[in-house]
């Protein structure tokens, strides 16, 4: 039998850290219970995904990703309390295998679904925790310490991308089961939705509970269930809350027609500056708005616009689909949450050359780099007329990077920026995508600037470590030049 995690902790300490009171543990104030479920339902009230119940230590639950007493004057419980509550949850069998082995663990049920119980005796008293088995409970943990994703994968932890950085929730934290996963996952999946995935293998789908709304993905591996969420960030910032050149931005947003371009890596915050503008225009103009995503994301409420929001795969097929029935619904602006192929990408450039603004997203490092892969997309017998069109329709590239800061308080974004001029459309005409860098370089005074710029200015700011600013640059030798010229320890 496997040592349950918190033997661990008892043996060596790891990073729980209990501060017993006297005055504490001579209090007679509750909670004291002698049924587990007593605890299960106290810990719903703030969703947290684990309780740590011990013989000489107050009840303490999981808050903020620490352990901190369910009440600061909290009595201590006793061994008989612990006792009545591994009665209270265990059967007899399982008491058992306690007894004799020293540890067991087990899922049972309790209010608001499946727990996985560990129980573990030792000489200072009997230890016993339980985790939920309900996605609420972490997603919680991941909305009130400001994560980006929540993974939940067999064999490994529970984890979340804080900062940029992936990481257990807690230290020390349980390596969730197959069975963890496969309750974890039918927790919050509708039949339609588990049935999908029992016959696919993968779903993908927008969730939402009464504290958020998330993009969600489960899929089937080896090992069994992986489940990832994206925490998608309800109120929709602002372009000055996010840091975007408003002074240059606002001007491509006032286009008629034309194509703008949000790049960057999975993660980079495209979608939090595609919904920044797009809350811009609808405040700032009085058109119609169409949005296609998978999934909807940010919820536009109309302001000085009319705004339709539709989801791939729940209101309609695919995005091809969505762009054909969408240019006849009478738009004006039409943002596409990703231009994934070549039926989009040509939509997309249809809609922008016949008199709609188009917005839309690519997985793609640089604004040249953009041009290349629009162009790219088409047969080769095809692009001398894409250029043309491209050249003429592009408005402008945000290509960006989420960046963690020097100091671990969050991350800040880098951008690269291009804005169509004659010596930018020349270029993309005659297939010289080459030269976009050394075009931007010399029109900073329109609002263009080099990633490489970007990174620059962050790092001279004392925001970016030097290494981040090397790891993430696109001429290594200039940015190595860069750096040692301004040293780290003489940046303020």
Known sequence: MRLPWFA??????????????????MSDTPPIFTHIDRYLELGRT??????????????????????????????????????????????????????????????????????????????TGSLMVVISLSVDTYLQQGVDCGCSDIHLPTACPPTWRRFGTLQPIWQGAPTLTKQDTQALTESFLDEAEWKHLKEIGDADFAYANEHGRYRASVVQQRLGYDLCFRIINSKIRTMSEINLPEEY???????TNGLILVTGAVGSGKSTTLASIIQ???????????????????????????????????????FGRALRAALREDPDVIMVGEMRNLET??????????GHLVL?????????????????AFPVDEREHIRIMVS????????QQLIPKKDGTGRV?????????????????????????????????????????????????????????????TDKVSMERFLQDHPESSIA
């Open 280 to 318: 811009f225009i609808n405040e700032d103009r009085h058109d119609h708005i169409i949005t296609l995503e998978d999934p909807i994301e940010a919820v536009f409420e109309p302001a000085c616009c009319q705004v339709n929001q539709r989801e791939v795969h729940h209101h309609t097929e695919s």
């Open 46 to 123: 703030i969703l947290s995904p684990a309780l740590y119940l011990g013989a000489g230590l107050q009840p303490y639950w999981m808050k903020n990703a620490a352990y901190t007493p369910i009440a600061d004057d909290a009595p201590a419980l006793t061994e008989e309390n612990v006792q009545a509550l591994v009665e209270s949850c265990a059967t007899p069998e399982q008491q058992s295998v306690l007894n004799e082995q020293f540890a067991v663990d087990f899922i049972f049920s309790g209010p608001g679904g499946k727990y996985h119980a560990y129980l573990y005796k030792q000489e």
């Open 392 to 399: 003429e329709s592009l408005r402008g590239v945000l290509s």
């Open 413 to 473: 974004m880098a951008l690269e920026m291009l804005v169509n001029t004659a010596a930018v459309a020349n270029c993309i005409r005659e297939g010289k995508t080459f030269m976009i860098p050394g075009i931007i370089q010399t029109g900073k005074s329109i609002g263009m600037r080099l990633m490489d710029d970007s990174l620059q200015e962050l790092y001279l700011k004392g925001v970016i470590s030097a290494e981040e600013c090397d790891t993430r640059s």
């Open 360 to 376: 839309g997203t690519l997985h793609t490092g640089s604004a040249s780099r953009t041009i290349d892969r629009i162009l790219d």
């Open 8 to 25: 661990f902790f008892a043996r060596h300490g790891g990073q729980f850290v209990v501060n017993v009171n006297t005055a504490q543990l």
């Open 345 to 354: 990408i040509s939509l997309a450039l249809t809609a922008a050359e016949t």
């Open 249 to 255: 931005i606002k001007p491509l947003t006032r286009f």
